[in-house]
């Protein structure tokens, strides 16, 4: 998978997660609070992917 393609799925799931929180906190759901914050982590890690890939482009592009 490009690192585009990381970066996007990572806001995608980000942007989910940050919901998902969100209507949790408003149906004072905390296992859909926990489940949010887990997505939205996932997003952050699939970004820093995509930043890894973009991080080791550049050094082998130099090469």
């Not at 995608?12 to 998902?20: L, P, S, V």
Request: net charge positive; proline share 0%; hydrophobic share 35%.
């Amino acid at each position: 998978m490009g690192s585009t393609r990381d970066k996007i799925k990572g806001m995608a799931n980000e942007a989910m997660g940050n919901a998902k929180q969100g209507v949790g906190k408003a149906m004072d759901d905390k296992e859909m609070q926990a489940k949010g914050k887990l997505q939205e982590l996932k997003g952050e890690g699939q970004q820093a992917k995509g930043d890894a890939k973009d991080a080791v482009k550049k050094v082998v592009d130099r090469a």
